[in-house]
């Protein structure tokens, strides 16, 4: 059995930590792939698109919109983007 190297961790209903876990993750990893600026915009941008989405669609969709977010981005850079380990 492998040991996994990495571990992710969403709290989806706010019980542990009082932010969506997953859009400050976005935040984070725009800025620091974008940079400080562009990935402001970025997300701005991406979360207004979420948002007018979520109010008309179910949360599946609204997860599916947001990894594709990621489309595109190689899991290296997504991982090195986490808190070191």
Not at 20 to 28: E, G, R
Not at 40 to 64: F, G, I, T, W
Request: hydrophobic share 35%; charged share 20%.
């Amino acid at each position: 059995m492998n040991t996994p190297s990495h571990y992710v961790f969403f709290d989806v209903d706010e019980t542990l930590i009082h932010c969506k876990s997953m859009f400050s993750f976005l935040a984070f990893f725009y800025q620091q792939h974008y940079g400080q600026d562009a990935g402001a915009v970025r997300y701005r941008e991406a979360m207004d698109h979420l948002k007018d989405l979520a109010a008309n669609s179910p949360r599946s969709e609204v997860n599916r919109v947001y990894y594709t977010l990621f489309k595109g981005i190689s899991v290296a850079d997504i991982e090195t983007s986490g808190p070191p380990h």
